[in-house]
């Protein structure tokens, strides 16, 4: 009997490692394969790009009061150890500095993480391009680190990140490109932030030392993604048809999150 339920185990085990490897994969090439457009595409419809970070910017804030807020409750409230439960910080300050961190990379990512770039100047240079990819790569890299679980992947995380880094890939190639890098070096550098993502995630699952601090970094991340969404969401510059759109992709994007499959451990 134990040998069997061995057998069990390591049968889940490698179930959930080809999950979490086949997430990791979709969540790379879709970044990938949506900055590659910009190359076979010589343009590409904003209307239509914003109306893709809408669903995304709606689907992560869904993420955000669905799954994670109550998640970081149910880690306080159920665990027994007084560090872990008690942090130095209240849960809500988490947040906060999150959103103020958010605040912070948009010097570097002049907005892209909201599917525009907040700029008066036509002219980009490399550096400025090179900036705008480190602020999009730390957002990446925190953003990362809620995707696996205790070895299982949240769904709805993963699908949200996935549609927020579309818009946001086609706009770091298009950055890049204009900034004088050739075709190849910008799908090397976009490859950059495809990763952050997935480095974030392994980091967290495998180093012991940010266990005590889950939720503070889980509070973070809330509030980075927070921003991410009311930011695009609350953007009133376009016409009154555009926003009855938004209102339905909005509705559309709360909907997918509310059925599918929450991971509160």
Known sequence: MKSKHIILLLQVQNIN??????????????????????????????????????????FLLAVCFIDLIPAMFEHES????????????????????????????EQLSKGAEHGHIHSNSNQKSKISAIMLLIGVSIHGFLEGFPIVNQGEINAPMITGIIIHNIPLSIIIVTVLIQSGYNKIKSMLLLS???????????????LSILEPFQNIILGIVVGI???????????????HKYNQKRFLIVVLAFLIVILLPSHIH
């Open 17 to 58: 490692i080809m999950e979490i490897l086949i997430a990791y994969l979709l969540l790379f090439f879709a970044s990938l394969a949506s900055g590659a457009s910009v190359l076979a595409l010589k343009n590409h419809e904003s209307k239509s790009l914003k109306l893709i970070s809408v669903f995304g910017g709606a």
């Open 78 to 105: 159920h665990s027994h150890d007084h560090h872990l439960s008690h942090s130095f910080l209240p849960l809500g300050a988490t947040i906060l500095i999150g959103f103020l961190l958010q605040l912070f990379l």
């Open 192 to 206: 950059i932030f495809s990763s952050m993502a997935i480095i974030g995630s392994v980091l967290n699952q495998n």
């Open 225 to 239: 993604l927070l921003h991410v969404s009311t930011t695009t969401l609350f953007d009133t510059a376009e016409s």
